[in-house]
Antibody, heavy 120, light 107 residues
């Protein structure tokens, strides 16, 4: 079945780095862009980053720009996102989300999320 | 950046009511607008894409309309399982932006 599974969350100290992964299955991974969306405790959804289906373009939200790198390996059906210089406000559940492109294809499949807690 | 202003932020309605949620974009986004529902403790799920196209499997009591800067999500005949927080998202231009959410409570 179509599935996205995030991993890499945990407790990390402020100022440190964290690498999140998103593993895809059940569809032609190389045809889809992937987004990361996060949700801080009790708060709304925040778009974080996106990588094109072929890895040729990346986009970042203002909150992580300059601290974040998204990459993908289409041979392994995975997307990784590294966030550096972590801050308290990066504490959130991070979701990876599929994007089939165009007006109709965006954000149709979500992973279950991985929780990141930034704390000393 | 495009700001998405969603209203109301919370509301309470009775079973059978018609509910309307609005998202206003600070600049035109054509119809690159998606609506999501998030039930407590759950992953968001897409309800509507391209402003008005209902996701397969989503009940027909949900409908979306609008273009450019003003969008609405309507739930006709509100049901108990519709208790959730609803979000809009513009994906016309980066950075993508979500509305602040509307929490719908059933009286």
């Amino acid at each position: 079945q179509v599935q996205l599974v995030e991993s890499g969350g945990g407790v990390v100290q402020p100022g440190r780095s964290l690498r999140l992964s998103c593993a895809a299955s059940g569809f032609r991974f190389g045809d889809y862009g992937i987004h990361w969306v996060r949700q801080a405790p009790g708060k709304g959804l925040e778009w974080v980053a996106m990588i094109w289906y072929d890895g040729s373009n990346e986009y970042y939200g203002d909150a992580v720009k300059g601290r974040c790198t998204i990459s993908r390996d289409n041979s392994r059906n995975t997307v990784n996102m590294e966030v550096n210089s972590l801050r308290d406000e990066d504490t959130a559940v991070y979701y990876c989300v599929r994007d089939g492109g165009g007006r109709l294809g965006a954000f149709d499949i979500w992973g279950q999320g991985t929780k990141v807690i930034v704390s000393s | 950046d495009i700001q998405m202003t969603q209203s109301p932020s919370a509301m309470s309605a009775s079973v059978g009511d018609r509910v309307t949620i609005t998202c206003r974009a600070s600049q035109g986004v054509f119809n690159y607008l998606v609506w999501f529902r998030q039930k407590p403790g759950k992953v968001p799920e897409r309800l509507i894409s391209a402003a008005s196209s209902l996701q397969s499997g989503v009940p027909s009591r949900f409908s979306g309309s609008g273009s450019q800067t003003e969008f609405t999500l309507t739930i006709s005949n509100l049901q108990p399982e519709d208790s959730a927080t609803y979000y809009c998202l513009q994906h016309n231009s980066y950075p993508l932006t979500f509305g602040g959410g509307t929490k719908v409570e059933i009286k």
